[in-house]
Nanobody, 114 residues
Framework: QVQLVESGGGLVQPGGSLRLSCAAS????????MNWYRQAPGKQRELVAT???????NYADSVKGRFTISRDNTKNTVYLQMNSLKPEDTAVYYC????????WGQGTQVTVSS
């Protein structure tokens, strides 16, 4: 099973950019579907972006055109490039690996505020 560690969160002004990284340890990273979720205070955790083992991607409507998910299987890492950030993107962002079972990272805080 993989273990996941996120990084790259922080405070950014509206309109700014951040890139989140999720480093995986363990075997067969390339076979996992990788996802980014987020959870804002008082709200349910929501799926933001997905990249499959075949490199297909999918996005929540709220982030389409602004966020890009990618993976580097040579580095066992998945990324979330976030552009044109809005205050409503403020949340804890979680990396998720799925291959018949779920594995979660510890989360990284993203705050979009002036």
């Amino acid at each position: 099973q993989v273990q996941l560690v996120e990084s790259g969160g922080g405070l950014v002004q509206p309109g700014g950019s951040l890139r989140l990284s999720c480093a995986a340890s363990g075997r067969d990273f390339s076979l996992y579907e990788m996802n980014w979720y987020r959870q804002a205070p008082g709200k349910q955790r929501e799926l933001v972006a997905t990249i499959t083992s075949g490199l297909s991607t999918n996005y929540a409507d709220s982030v389409k055109g602004r966020f890009t998910i990618s993976r580097d299987n040579t580095k066992n890492t998945v990324y979330l490039q976030m552009n044109s950030l809005k205050p409503e993107d403020t949340a804890v962002y979680y990396c998720n690996a799925w291959r018949g079972y779920n594995k979660w990272g510890q989360g990284t805080q993203v705050t979009v505020s002036s």
